[in-house]
Structures are given as C-alpha cells and as structure tokens.
C-alpha cells in the first residue's frame, strides 16, 4: 500500500474503513502484504486499529459509523433513534443496530446491540437515511423496527412521530398485527399538548398530568427492569405533579386508587439491589449515594400519601 492510498483514506469524509474497502482501493495487492503494511502504518501512528479487520483515523471516530461496518449489511435504529427524537426517555448508552443477525458486541468500550431483522426489511431503504458514511432509521422507521419486534413496548411520548409516514411505512413488514398495534398506540397515546419555544423553535409538550400518568404506567409496567420510572415517578409527585386518572385507568382497567396499591405492592416487593441500573450515570456521587439509602422508601412514602387525599 503505497503512500498516496493511505493519505486518500485520511482525506476521505469516513472515520471508519474496512480491510476490505483497503484492498479494494490498493488494486491487485496481495492480503496478507496488506495487513503487514497496515500493521505498519498502525505502529507508526497514523492509523488506529479499532478490531481485527477495522481501522480508523485515529480514536475519536464516529461510533454510529463503526456499528455498521461491524455486521453490514445493517442500519442504526430502535432505542438509538427513538431516544434521539424525544419518543422514549429512557437513557440508554448501547447503540442499537438492525442487522442479519442478532449479536451483543462490546468494542472499543462501546457497546453495540445488533437486532435481526427479515432480509427483506432490512435490505429496503423506505425510511432509511444515508448520511453518507453510514445509514440510520428515521424515527417512525425506528418505531416499527421496534414493533416487529416486540408484541408490547412502552414508548414515552409518540408526539415527534408522523403517523401518516407510519402507515405509508407499514407495508414494508406485511404485518396484520403491526397494523392494529400501531392504531392502538396511537388511540392510547392520544394526549394534550402545550407548545413551548426552545432556542426559537416551537415544540409540543405534552401537559404534565398526562406526563406523570404515563410515566407512572410506564414504572408499573416495567418494575425492577427500567429503574429510570421509578426515579421519574418520585420526581413527579416531589414536586406535585397532577396525575391524570382517566389515563390510568384506561391503560391499566384500574381506579387510581387500585393502581396506587398495586405501585406500592410492587416497589415493596421489588429488591434495591440495581437500584442505580439505568440512572446510575446520570447522577453524581452524593444523588447515588441518595438513591440507593432512599429513594424506593421515599417513593413508596409519596404514593401513600397521594392515596390519603384521594
């Protein structure tokens, strides 16, 4: 591999590149000359080797790029995208990939998630970016990935989503019960919403008596696995948050004061151990320390009283 090859991958607009895209660009080369002269160039500084068969530029390459030169062909989507967009608030720090296979990969001290997905789903680009060195879901496509494959998933918020690029999306999967899981969520999710400006730009947010209803529903459903509800349901009624009951018992068939005993039965039940499991960094020392002494008894506290005064 000559000079001028190397100092056109540098120039180039990828972070990333493969031993295959090298070879291709270094014609006729011999591969295992090939990988003796990256190891070279490697020693010498001006490549950084990521894992066997991937180099990058140097360290601070783009991660989303890699996720998809790991496995291709493969597109960013699920959780990545729909925490981007504001349609699930859960913090996750994995990246999630559609691919051909399903595989948990740790590299470079990123973890990457890879989901399957039907060849002929993941091979169509209807909502699909190309941002030029590696492609992404749209959010609505990232919705309807995580609809294939989950039959129930709690999303935060479905404001962001367009519901006609939904429905012109569907298709895609030939899915009967995407179809009516999609009109479900979207009759469910149906909640009122103020428009506020953030940085000059107008956006819906939802009211906070819907807010904690849903959040609420959300821990319910999801104790133990997603501690991040929890933290957000002391939070909300710390600080008085209505609570919209009509939401609640038509997501759950339960009276508010009925889901309140079942929330508290729950938490009781629930172990602290892993307490900080989705939160954790997100905190500093002294609010961890806080969570892990206080934070299910001072929630379980709150909920009671709640259930005096109702």
């Known amino acids: 591999m000559n000079q001028k090859i190397i100092m056109n991958i540098l120039r180039s607009n990828a972070t990333v590149f493969s ?15 090939l990988v003796k002269q990256l190891s070279y160039y490697v020693k010498k500084g001006e490549l950084y080797s990521i894992r066997r068969g991937l180099y990058a530029k140097n360290s601070m390459y783009d991660r989303l790029e890699l996720a998809t030169k790991i496995f291709t062909p ?51 680009n209807g909502g699909v970016e190309n941002r030029g060195t590696y492609y992404i879901a749209s959010k609505e496509r990232a919705f309807l990935d995580i609809l294939y494959l989950n039959k129930d998933y709690h999303f ?11 429905q012109k999306l569907l298709p895609l999967y030939n899915n009967k019960r995407m179809v009516k899981k999609v009109l479900a969520y979207f009759k469910q999710f149906k909640k009122e ?4 400006s953030y940085l000059g730009i107008p956006m819906k947010v939802m009211v906070m008596a ?24 002391w939070f909300f009624l710390s600080h008085n948050w209505p ?51 206080h934070l299910k008894d001072e929630l379980i506290f709150l909920l009671r009283v709640k259930l005096e005064i109702i």
């Open 19 to 33: 031993f295959k895209e090298v070879l291709l660009a270094s014609g006729a080369i011999k591969p295992a000359l």
């Open 74 to 124: 493969s597109y960013i989507s699920f959780e990545t995208v729909l925490i981007e967009a504001g349609v699930i608030f859960q913090h996750y720090d994995t990246i999630f990939v559609a691919s051909y296979q399903s595989k948990y990969v740790v590299c470079d001290g990123q973890t990457y998630l890879y989901r399957k997905i039907k060849e002929a789903i993941l091979t169509n």
């Open 156 to 166: 935060d918020n479905l404001a962001p989503l367009d519901l006609d690029v939904i």
């Open 193 to 196: 919403y103020l428009v506020k």
């Open 210 to 233: 819907d807010m904690s209803a849903h959040k609420m529903v959300a821990m319910l459903e999801r104790i133990g696995s997603t501690n991040r509800d929890i933290f957000d349901t």
């Open 243 to 293: 609570i919209n009951e009509v939401i609640i018992t038509k997501r759950t068939g339960l009276s508010l004061k009925d889901f309140l005993l079942k929330c508290i039965q729950e938490l009781e039940a629930m172990s602290n151990r892993g307490i900080l499991s989705g939160i954790g960094e997100l905190l500093d020392a002294k609010q961890k320390d806080w969570v892990k002494k």
